[in-house]
């Protein structure tokens, strides 16, 4: 049987409504790995046998959920990423792992954006959106990091940076997966295939983490962080 297991970071402010992402994840993954930046004890409904915490306290940002997975070696499972924003459908992990035999050695993605004229860097506005209908299996230049499948043979090629603009997760994925030439495949689903509860303000990544005005040059800044020119 395919292993596979969840990783999430969780913030305060979207505790406890939260709990209905971790809940909607239970019974299909072995097991969920959270990042609860910001909180300084464990919530008592988060101490479950299927959950290890693998950080909690200051913000370390949402690529945690990768970087801290990623330091302590190789992987021999499986990985959906998840957002604590979202409730995942019941057939979740199993459609990842039908698509994972339709395109093996990519990463596949439910939210995502097309690339720019260079066909480097993300283009701003997502190409396919987690919120509507999708049909479209198509290239994306960067994945929706809370609603994606990683496989581990790939995971494990991912060397992160820990230091320039870690809660812009999916950016950290692209690079990547543009150094390892590793495609990202869109996947179809219907437009109420996820729930998605708004955080609230100040908890978005707009609120807390950049501004639209400068979000290119944030991910100008994270390419060139993995050694990737861009124009």
Known sequence: ??????????LPG???ESLKTVNSLEGQVDKLYLCLNGFWDIPTDLKRDWIEVIHMGKNLGDASRFYLLRNTGDVNFDIVSCDDDL????????????YKKKYPGCLLAHHGNGFEANKVIPKRGSLVTFRVRNKKEIKLASPGSGACFIPKEIFNKMEFNSTVSLNQSDIHLACNCYVNKIDIMSLPHSGDYFTYFHPKDGYTIWDAVTSKPDHRSKVVE???SYGVTVS
């Open 1 to 10: 049987m395919i292993r596979v297991r969840a990783t999430m970071c969780m």
């Open 14 to 16: 979207r505790y406890p």
């Open 87 to 98: 409730i995942y459908p019941a057939t979740y992990v199993q459609d990842f792992l039908k």
């Open 222 to 224: 994270i390419y060139k």
